[in-house]
Each structure stands twice: as C-alpha cells, then as structure tokens.
C-alpha cells in the first residue's frame, strides 16, 4: 500500500430539489487502499460516489481525482459499477462487451476473459435472461476489466449468493493493481472485512469518520460492531 494522495474532497455540499444530501464534506484518500464506505440508506454513499465520477453535477467545493478537478478528466482515472439502464433488455451480452471496449481506451480484453470464465457468464445470453445475481456478476466484471486508478462499487454483491460473494472478495487482490484504490459501498460488511484498509461513515449528511481497519479493530471486535455502535440508541 502506497501513501500517494489519490482523491481529495474539499467543503463539499450538494443538495437536490432544496433537500441537503451532503455538507461539508472533506476527505483524502491514497493510492492502493481498499475502501469501506458505509452508512444508512439514504445516507448519501450513491451521490457521493456519482459526484466524484462526475455524475451528479451542481455541487458546490471541489473534487480532485489523481490531480484533476475537471469532470472530463476525473472520468478517465476511475470506473464505477454500472446497472446496465442504458442498453435495451434483448441486448446480447457480447454486444454490451463490444460497447466497452469501444467507449473505454483502457478496457482490457484479457481481464475481461478472465473475468468471464471466473464468473461464468455466458456472453450469448441477452440482459433479459440474466437474474439479478448474474447481471451483478457481469457488472462487476465491466467494472474490473478498466485499468484505472479508481475502483467506485456501489452495491456490487446484491443478488449473489453468499459462495460466490466470497469467492469475488477474495479475488479482488488479484485484480487491482498495487496503486490502484478501491471504494465499496456495501451492506456485507463482514465479507469485505478481511480486505480492508480504511472504513469511511456517512452520517449526518457528512462523513462522520475515517478511519483505518486496523484502528477500528484494537478497539472492537469487528468492523460491523463498530459500525453498529454508531446508532445504538437512535431508534
């Protein structure tokens, strides 16, 4: 793991149709982390994700992702799972692969065979046919197959079964690059524990703590309990 600033967030505010949905939010994040970013629903990890990928716009304070603030060039440096809204139900799963490689200069044929075998995704079948599990699988292996420097996975493991949860957790090592950084928004806090090296919260519509796996661990039995811990007596 390198020390190497690779993401900064500073003062940042966005609202949406006059309703605040994060303020005051600063953070700096290195290269070759893997993330946890956790939080309610509704918290706010989606939009923060979406504005750090250039996404969700009129944001007030900066992002600056691998020394660029411009939206244009943010994109270039980072990957962020994708539903698939875009392409129509009878799609063939090829034809989605033949878009990447296309749209995405640093998509990476090899890593995406790889991939492919590992999740068994039959690329004959249509996006119609796919369930839940399966479309998540392909998301996942879209994403991964970008040489990036930023890896945003909103939600990656909805819908898989908890075998092959394990199994991509477990891979994920072999598929970053050593610099590269990744951040997972996920409910499977337990799964992804092993694999951490930070844990960022948001609540109260800013981010509540970041702090390092190994901190959070000297103090608590696990990063869930902590996690927990933070809402004890809100209900």
């Not at 940042?12 to 303020?23: M, Q, T």
């Not at 993330?35 to 309610?40: C, D, F, K, N, P």
């Not at 079948?125 to 399966?134: N, V």
């Not at 898989?160 to 951040?183: E, G, Q």
Request: with cysteine; glycine share 6%; proline share 1%.
């Amino acid at each position: 793991m390198t020390n190497k600033e690779l993401l900064k967030i500073e003062h940042l505010d966005y609202r949406k149709n006059r309703r605040v949905i994060l303020h005051e939010v600063n953070l700096s994040i290195g290269t070759g982390h893997i993330i946890a970013l956790l939080g309610e629903n509704g918290a706010g990890k989606t939009t923060l994700m979406r504005i750090i990928s250039g996404v969700a716009k009129n944001y007030h304070g900066t992002v600056c992702l691998a020394g660029h603030e411009e939206e244009e060039k943010r994109k270039t440096h980072l990957a962020m799972t994708d539903p698939l809204k875009g392409f129509l139900k009878s799609s063939q799963l090829n034809d989605i692969v033949v878009f990447y490689k296309k749209v995405y200069s640093d998509f990476d044929s090899e890593r995406f065979e790889e991939l492919k075998d590992f999740m068994s995704i039959d690329l004959s079948m249509k996006l119609s046919q796919l369930s839940k599990g399966m479309r998540e699988k392909l998301i996942v292996a879209l994403t991964f197959s970008r040489q990036c420097d930023l890896y945003l996975l909103d939600e990656p493991f909805n819908g898989i079964d908890a075998m092959t949860r394990k199994k991509i957790v477990n891979s994920i090592l072999r598929w970053k690059s050593d610099d590269s950084t990744i951040i997972i928004s996920d409910h499977f806090v337990t799964e992804v524990a092993a694999i951490l090296d930070d844990v960022i919260i948001i609540k109260d519509r800013t981010v509540f703590t970041h702090v390092s796996a190994d901190e959070i661990l000297k103090k608590h039995q696990s990063i869930e309990s902590y996690y927990e811990s933070l809402y004890e007596g809100e209900e």
